[in-house]
């Protein structure tokens, strides 16, 4: 059956977002509107030219994102993606903009895990009682969710806006070098990273200041003690990783997002790529 495409004509005029504010908070959605049309203004028209939205955390995942989709998803490379470094504290205010102008969206965040005594101050995400302080996070789910309760989300749980958006971030990786029951959880992109491809910091490949002992307990506790560190460059690290000869993983969290995404955009990359080049 051939497959017709048709185009909907809509007036941004039109648009009015949601307040995004917690219960407790006052509203803001003439904040929302402000930030979109400033943001939108300055870095991504064409968003509204866009197959699907991408929405990342930091220049780390930014960079490397076209290598990962090649990697795990290279069906996405015919589709028209906009990426978008906004951040967990930001990402959740495009809900009612993407849902408004009709694509689909992949939400690639970090658990930011903090202390659940002092919301001040990080820890790793393998504390007992651990919060989160993404506010992306808390809008989806619940203002008060715990790290564990983001650990046992299931994938149906991370599908939301109508099946429309797919929120993925870190969970607990078996990691290479130690016992099965010896999981790693990263609160960041990078720390997630450097436990899914443990061998090549391990090896040196990669230039960090980690050495591996393999003691379980003391490489958690470096790992995480480097990422965290204000002489941690988020930005040199991902390069380091983009000009890197030997292959390395995917992290998990974003594999599993990359692949909703593909599939999402199954009818619309079968008729794209079966299209004859004029």
Avoid at 26 to 36: A, C, H, W, Y
Avoid at 95 to 105: C, T, V
Wanted: charged share 30%.
């Amino acid at each position: 059956m051939k497959t017709l495409h048709a185009s909907t004509v809509i007036s941004l005029q039109d648009f009015q977002p949601k307040n995004t504010s917690d219960q407790e908070g006052e509203d803001n959605r003439s904040e929302t509107l402000k930030f979109l049309k400033q943001y939108l203004k300055l870095t991504h028209c064409d968003l509204f030219f866009a197959d699907a939205a991408v929405l990342v955390e930091g220049i780390a995942e930014k960079l490397l994102l076209p290598k990962m989709i090649e990697k795990e998803a290279k069906e996405l490379e015919f589709c028209y993606l906009t990426v978008l470094e906004v951040g967990g504290a930001y990402a959740h205010r495009f809900a009612d903009l993407f849902k408004f102008i009709g694509i689909p969206y992949l939400i690639i965040t970090d658990c930011d895990s903090i202390d659940p005594n002092d919301s001040r101050k990080s820890c790793r995400a393998d504390t007992p009682g651990a919060k989160t302080s993404n506010a992306c996070l808390k809008f989806f789910y619940d203002k008060n969710i715990t790290v564990e309760q983001l650990k046992n989300k299931k994938d149906a749980d991370q599908i939301l806006a109508d099946s429309c958006c797919y929120l993925t971030f870190q969970k607990p990786v078996t990691v290479d070098g130690y016992q099965v029951n010896e999981k790693m959880h990263g609160r960041t992109f990078e720390e997630a990273f450097i436990y899914e491809n443990l061998t090549l910091f391990k090896d040196g490949k990669v230039t960090t200041s980690i050495t591996v002992e393999g003691d379980y307990d003391k490489d958690y506790e470096q790992i995480y003690n480097l990422v965290k560190s204000a002489n941690f460059k988020k930005a040199e690290f991902a390069l380091d990783i983009v000009f890197l000869e030997e292959d390395w993983e995917v992290p998990h969290y974003i594999k599993v997002g990359l692949n909703w995404l593909k599939s999402k955009m199954g009818n619309q990359l079968e008729t794209i790529q079966e299209a004859p080049i004029s």
